[in-house]
């Protein structure tokens, strides 16, 4: 199974600076091909991205969508905009989705749905918060989240799942420590035992669970040897080409 390394740089980078990033990164990755990178960009600068990206090793994600292809539907964008511009990924249910624009296991279903029925491929987020954690709620936070968020799912061969604890999230404070490698781990296999139990054995072996809080240089590499980290969505370490190549390179 490839590794997935995805690039979430949330309300960050304008056209000029996002056009520096890349021209540089893509330098840095170049014959890179243990990885399959995403970067996923505002969107302001999507289609820019999509262009700058365009013959390289580097695939288009976005941050979000809604689940009407088109409507009234004031500051929303729809899965076949996305698709037409050149994306392959969407991020659903991120956790500042959740807890900023207050979006429910229900409402990220829908989203999970349209998207695969419209040829893009869902970054499913889950994670518990720090309360939940401390109150030994995470496993049951987990598979609620799964279990709603894909209900009617069908299969599960094109959704990534991004396992990100919200107590581990930097949100920009490089300092904020990411959950260690065990703690990870158990969580990761807790997610791929649930699939199992949905989708059967085969399918969650194939599906990708990646990593997503607060992965950098300085752990990325203990974090994705990890049996069950099938890779990443990189918040702050993907703002600056030198640490998000480190982090893509940290795949052996």
Same mark, same amino acid.
């Given at each position: 199974?490839?590794?997935?390394?995805?690039?979430?740089?949330?309300?960050?980078?304008?056209?000029?600076?996002?056009?520096?990033?890349?021209?540089?990164?893509? #330098?840095? $990755? =170049?014959?890179? /091909? @243990?990885?399959? +990178?995403?970067?996923? !960009?505002?969107?302001? &600068?999507?289609?820019?991205?999509?262009?700058?990206?365009?013959?390289?090793?580097?695939?288009?994600?976005?941050?979000?969508?809604?689940?009407?292809?088109?409507?009234?539907?004031?500051?929303?964008?729809?899965?076949?905009?996305?698709?037409?511009?050149?994306?392959?990924?969407?991020?659903?249910?991120?956790?500042?989705?959740?807890?900023?624009?207050?979006?429910?296991?229900?409402?990220?279903?829908?989203?999970?749905?349209?998207?695969?029925?419209?040829?893009?491929?869902?970054?499913?987020?889950?994670?518990?918060?720090?309360?939940?954690?401390?109150?030994?709620?995470?496993?049951?936070?987990?598979?609620?989240?799964?279990?709603?968020?894909? #209900?009617? $799912? =069908?299969?599960? /061969? @094109?959704?990534? +799942?991004?396992?990100? !604890?919200?107590?581990? &999230?930097?949100?920009?404070?490089?300092?904020?420590?990411?959950?260690?490698?065990?703690?990870?781990?158990?969580?990761?296999?807790?997610?791929?035992?649930?699939?199992?139990?949905?989708?059967?054995?085969?399918?969650?072996?194939?599906?990708?669970?990646?990593?997503?809080?607060?992965?950098?240089?300085?752990?990325?590499?203990?974090?994705?040897?990890?049996?069950?980290?099938?890779?990443?969505?990189?918040?702050?370490?993907?703002?600056?080409?030198?640490?998000?190549?480190?982090?893509?390179?940290?795949?052996?």
């Amino acid at each position: 199974m490839q590794q997935l390394i995805a690039a979430n740089w949330k309300m960050n980078r304008t056209a000029k600076e996002a056009v520096s990033f890349i021209k540089k990164f893509k #330098k840095l $990755v =170049k014959g890179v /091909k @243990d990885a399959e +990178i995403v970067i996923c !960009p505002p969107f302001t &600068i999507v289609e820019l991205v999509s262009k700058e990206l365009k013959n390289s090793n580097i695939k288009l994600g976005a941050q979000n969508m809604y689940f009407e292809n088109a409507g009234a539907y004031t500051g929303e964008v729809s899965p076949i905009m996305l698709k037409e511009i050149g994306c392959e990924y969407v991020i659903l249910g991120h956790s500042e989705r959740r807890e900023f624009f207050n979006e429910d296991n229900s409402l990220i279903n829908k989203k999970v749905i349209s998207a695969l029925k419209n040829g893009l491929k869902p970054i499913l987020c889950v994670g518990e918060t720090f309360e939940q954690r401390t109150q030994g709620k995470t496993d049951d936070v987990l598979e609620d989240q799964l279990i709603n968020c894909l #209900k009617d $799912v =069908k299969e599960i /061969k @094109d959704v990534v +799942i991004a396992y990100e !604890p919200v107590w581990a &999230i930097s949100r920009g404070n490089p300092n904020q420590k990411a959950a260690t490698k065990a703690d990870a781990e158990e969580s990761h296999l807790f997610i791929r035992k649930i699939l199992e139990g949905v989708f059967g054995k085969e399918s969650a072996i194939s599906t990708r669970i990646i990593y997503g809080g607060s992965m950098k240089p300085e752990n990325a590499k203990e974090l994705l040897a990890m049996p069950n980290i099938d890779g990443g969505l990189v918040g702050n370490a993907s703002l600056e080409p030198k640490s998000f190549a480190e982090v893509v390179k940290s795949i052996k």
